[in-house]
């Protein structure tokens, strides 16, 4: 049973960094094709952030990513980062982790098979 658990989530003024990790317990499906970020703000639906190819590390970002966020991963950890800097209030919401084995779908969260329990991040203005 995979499970994830999502860390690292706090309280940051805006241009400021925090680094987000999901560890993944139990082992990851064979068929792993991605882990990614996505993030829920309030009253909002969930949006994905970042995804990377667990086999061979290519990155991918959403928008709300790209220029500020790099995703990493340590497949002898069963671990994925999200490393955030230069952030914003908007960039506030609940974070969470997922794993996928659909081929050439990591902005789908549809598409995601394992979901962690997600983590908080807050940014004040």
């Known amino acids: 049973q995979v499970q994830l658990v999502e860390s690292g989530g706090g309280y940051v003024q805006a241009g400021g960094s925090l680094n987000l990790s999901c560890a993944a317990s139990g082992g990851l499906p064979s068929n792993i094709y991605v882990m990614g970020w996505f993030r829920q703000a309030p009253g909002k639906e969930r949006e994905w952030v970042a995804a990377?190819?667990?086999?061979?590390?290519?990155?991918y970002y959403g928008d709300p990513a790209k220029g500020r966020f790099a995703i990493s991963r340590d497949k002898a950890k069963n671990t994925v980062y999200l490393e955030m800097k230069s952030l914003k209030p908007e960039d506030t919401g609940v974070y969470y982790c997922?794993?996928?084995?659909?081929?050439?779908?990591?902005?789908?969260?549809?598409?995601?098979?394992?979901w962690g329990q997600g983590t908080q991040v807050t940014v004040s203005s």
């Open positions: 997922g794993v996928s084995t659909w081929f050439g779908t990591w902005s789908n969260q549809a598409k995601y098979d394992y």
């Open positions: 990377i190819s667990w086999r061979d590390g290519i990155q």
